[in-house]
């Protein structure tokens, strides 16, 4: 089924454009129609399989691509070891694995995005639901997207041949939920960033002690009358 609202290129081109702008990020010809070619697979195929509440190129750009944009800039930021609240993109190596972690029905974000705006980084997207594996390796593949790989597994069932660096959440849940499900999949040194909409105060509080959120940044997302947040954690030194 194709979707009955107009597919406006240049039109959308340009919002992924001036939203990069707005996080400070630079974005060349390649990640740009990487980006847009997934989603308008995701529009194009979103009624038959239910893959996102959003309907239309337009709340689909915002509500998924912008705002998983506001990952790129501090994740590279915290890979190089630079202050997370310098707001500049940088460049340089990246984590040598991202996960990200999602609770129930995902189309793929924000991976898709980490992986087009950063090709080094292998990212791996986990879901239980088969049906939306199944769409984000045909997705990725059509786009050209080669470092993102799609595993369809129940994260505490996950038992990667190596820890990831980072377990990045959207829509997740409680933090304590998330760090009970992703735990064993971390390095030592490996860091949780979460994205929440206000402040979650409740959930920080009834973490563990072994554990730590040492940054808490606000984001803007373009378009988005919302808060948003990113909760970073990591575990405490033993």
């Given at each position: 089924m194709v979707s009955s609202v107009a597919w406006d290129s240049a039109g959308l081109t340009e919002r992924l454009l001036a939203g990069a702008r707005q996080f400070a990020l630079s974005i060349d010809e390649t990640p740009v129609r990487q980006l847009l070619t997934y989603l308008e697979h995701l529009d194009r195929w979103n009624d038959v399989h239910s893959l996102s509440a959003w309907?239309?190129?337009?709340?689909?750009?915002?509500?998924?691509?912008?705002?998983?944009?506001?990952?790129?800039?501090?994740?590279?930021?915290?890979?190089?070891?630079?202050?997370l609240h310098v707001l500049d993109a940088g460049s340089g190596p990246g984590f040598p694995a991202v996960v990200l972690a999602r609770a129930g029905s995902g189309p793929g974000f924000p991976a898709v995005v980490l992986a087009a705006m950063n090709p080094s980084w292998p990212v791996t997207a986990v879901d239980a639901v088969g049906k939306k594996v199944a769409f984000v390796r045909?997705?990725?593949?059509?786009?050209?997207?080669?470092?993102?790989v799609g595993v369809h597994a129940r994260l505490e069932d996950m038992r990667p041949s190596a820890p990831f660096d980072a377990v990045v959440s959207r829509a997740f849940g409680s933090l304590d939920h998330l760090v009970a499900q992703t735990k064993h999949l971390l390095s030592a040194s490996g860091v949780w960033v979460a994205q929440k909409g206000r402040v979650p105060a409740d959930e920080i509080a009834r973490l563990q002690?072994?554990?730590?959120?040492?940054?808490?940044?606000?984001?803007?997302?373009?378009?988005?009358?919302?808060?948003?947040?990113?909760?970073?954690?990591?575990?405490?030194?033993?």
């Open positions: 309907k239309g190129p337009a709340d689909l750009l915002t509500h998924h691509v912008l705002d998983s944009l506001s990952l790129v800039g501090p994740l590279r930021r915290y890979a190089e070891g630079r202050p045909q997705a990725a593949a059509e786009a050209g997207v080669s470092n993102l002690t072994d554990l730590q959120v040492f940054h808490v940044e606000p984001v803007t997302v373009p378009g988005l009358q919302a808060e948003r947040h990113l909760v970073w954690m990591r575990k405490n030194k033993p």
